[in-house]
């Protein structure tokens, strides 16, 4: 087995790459065995960085940890949306897999709910345990302190019983039971004495139940108005109280993708595709718990269409395991089974379910393309070239691209930029700036004509390789430019020329007016926006730096005795001029020595 070294650690090649491709985001990892067993699942805030730690040469692992590292042969991700979804997606797995070094590790723990008890007079309660008796459960909450004060809020603004007496009509008209100090204290209505109607009752249990969904807005706004009130009446132990209480309520979240009882049973199928391969994930969700995520690849052929290759994801799934009878996808597959019902959902807690399947399966299609990247670059390079070849109806494949930007502040300071790719990467030693010469105000045009002249004709003079590529950053005026440069040099014809509109992402070739518009999901769109954006990036970078230097220029070098050095340094210290101009003579002093110093405040005072 091959392996590569991070720090004193030893991993497999296929691991140290799958490191390098984690994404930045909340989600859950699983390490795997030469067996392909899970042996351990955690939980990260920042996948990348968490699992990477477990490789890191300064990591101080445990024994037992150490042990686990060497034997990790594989790993996994399922990324969610916050760091409480990962947390509670951990849980659901351990319990599913209990994996080896989980149970050594760690507590298999529970997560506790609020439970809406199924009574004639509910009580609102926390609980480890679902009981399938008719009740109701809202969460599993990770952080207990959260679940205690929304507990606590609940009481305090709803008057409901806290005992645990049967509360039948017949009981209470028998005279059975009696208030007790919850009454007489202001904590309860007295439900056990007829002292309020069931539907009254009902009504707050009904408010309760929005609030524990999510809806907290109400009561946060209540908390502020009490938390204001308080710190105006002088009691602020009440009013810090109060404001630690709003804290926890605005980081809970009332709705988890991960785990949602009132889901129960579903499978969830998403599917994404590019111009050649299409992506399944398929997630399994058993109890409102999602306890598995997989993305499945499937090649695409002519005319096939994402409908197809779900249709073949759910075949696949189907022939390996049971699919639930309720299946949630993102489109309709084009196929009928009896025994399922097939619904793509628009809005609610299945809606978010199938929005973090979706993700998933982006995020696999992208480590797709970055693993090919890394793991054969020349072949990615082929297969790039010859697309972008056949995208674009080139004569030949676009190894060597050049791209000009121009940038200018009201016709000031204008400037442009050449940037190069090769083999559809930049080559940021062979990049060139332009000082603009022969044009007086804003004139794109112009200065197009003027650096494209002046680069080939550089490249000309020197011997040097011409592009097979050339883009232009605009539409037909700057494009025409352009070529009116390359007629000029007789070199017009010996590459292809394109012009690049932003707003709509429009391709334009010479003598055409009609512009081409290539698949969003096209490999050649994203080579041809990112060369775009990387000259329009250097350009303004250029004009910037100009700017600022005119300004120096302008501003201070004017005063005699203070050179550009020391015009820099003022401004590094005091941000402007103006900040320069305000600055006393002491002040300056510590900055430019005294003889300088007494320059300066000279010029500005008089």
């Known amino acids: 087995m091959s392996t590569s070294g991070i720090g004193r650690i ?60 060497r034997k990790i042969r594989d790993l996994s991700y399922i990324v969610v949306d916050t ?44 609980t480890r345990k679902k009981i399938d008796d008719g009740s109701r459960y809202f969460g599993p909450y990770a952080s207990v302190k959260v679940m205690n004060t929304l507990l606590t809020l609940i009481h305090r603004l709803y008057k409901i019983r806290t005992c645990n007496y049967v509360l039948s009509e017949e009981n209470i008209k028998a005279g059975k039971f009696r208030v007790c100090l919850e009454y007489h204290i202001g904590n309860c209505r ?87 391969t299409g992506f399944v994930n398929y997630m399994k969700v058993v109890d409102g718990a999602v306890i598995q995520s997989h993305t499945m690849t499937f090649k695409k052929g ?22 639930a009878k309720e299946v949630l996808v993102s489109i309709e597959p084009l196929v009928d089974l009896p025994d399922h019902r097939f619904a793509v959902p628009q809005r609610g807690d299945k809606k978010l379910l199938l929005d973090l399947s979706l993700r998933n399966a982006k995020y696999y299609m992208l480590d797709r393309d970055r693993r090919s990247r890394l793991t054969d670059p020349s072949k990615y390079a082929d297969r790039l070239m010859d697309r972008m070849k056949k995208d ?10 050049e791209c000009f ?33 022969t044009v007086d105000g804003p004139d794109d045009y112009a200065s197009m004509r003027e650096v494209v002249y002046r680069r080939y004709k550089r490249l000309l003079d020197e011997g040097e390789s011409l592009p097979q590529l050339i883009v232009i950053d605009g539409g037909k005026g700057q494009l025409s430019a352009a070529l009116e440069s390359l007629d000029k040099l007789g070199i017009r014809g010996k590459m292809a020329v394109i012009g690049i509109a932003k707003r709509l992402e429009e391709i334009y ?66 941000r402007s001029a103006a900040g320069v101009k305000r600055a006393d003579l002491e002040t300056l002093t510590e900055v430019i020595g005294e003889s300088k110093a007494r320059m300066v405040r000279t010029w500005f005072d008089a």
């Open 10 to 69: 030893f991993v497999s090649v296929e691991v140290a790459e799958k490191i390098k491709l984690l994404p930045s985001d909340p989600g859950v990892y699983q390490f795997r065995d030469s067996e392909g067993k899970i042996i351990y699942v955690g939980k990260a805030k920042n996948l990348k960085n968490r699992v990477s730690s477990y490789f890191s040469k300064s990591a101080d692992h445990s024994g037992k940890t150490r042990v686990m590292v």
């Open 83 to 126: 760091e409480l979804d990962a947390l509670l997606l951990e849980n659901n797995l351990i319990k599913k897999y209990r994996p080896r070094y989980n149970i050594l590790l760690k507590d298999d723990k529970t997560y506790p709910w609020i439970c809406v008890k199924n009574e004639r007079f509910p009580r609102v309660i926390a």
């Open 190 to 276: 007295g439900p056990c004495e007829g002292k309020i109607s069931v539907e009254e009752y009902m009504a707050q249990i009904e408010e309760i139940v929005g609030i524990v969904k999510g809806d907290i807005s109400s009561v946060i706004g209540h908390l502020e108005t009490r938390m204001h009130k308080a710190a105006e009446e002088l009691e602020f132990e009440l009013a810090q109280e109060l404001k630690e209480k709003i804290d926890s309520l605005k980081d809970y979240r009332g709705r988890s993708a991960v785990v949602n009882p009132s889901i129960g049973n579903v499978d969830v199928l998403t599917v994404i595709s590019d111009l050649h």
């Open 302 to 323: 002519l005319e096939v269409t994402d409908a197809d290759i779900l249709t073949q994801g759910v075949a696949e799934i189907k022939s390996t395991q049971h699919l």
């Open 392 to 401: 674009l109806s080139l004569k030949e494949e676009p190894r060597h691209i």
């Open 405 to 437: 930007d121009n940038s200018n502040l009201h016709g000031t300071n204008a400037v442009a930029a050449c940037v190069v790719f090769r083999n559809g990467k930049p080559q940021k030693k062979e990049y060139r700036h332009f000082n603009i010469r």
């Open 509 to 574: 070739f010479p003598g055409d007016s009609t512009p081409l518009y290539i698949d969003k999901r096209s490999e050649t769109l994203k080579v041809l926006q990112q060369i775009r954006d990387e000259a329009h990036r250097f350009s303004i970078t250029h004009h910037r730096k100009k700017r600022s230097n005119a300004a120096v220029k302008t501003e201070l070098t004017s005063i005699p005795g203070i050179g550009k050095a020391t015009a820099q340094k003022l401004l590094h210290t005091f």
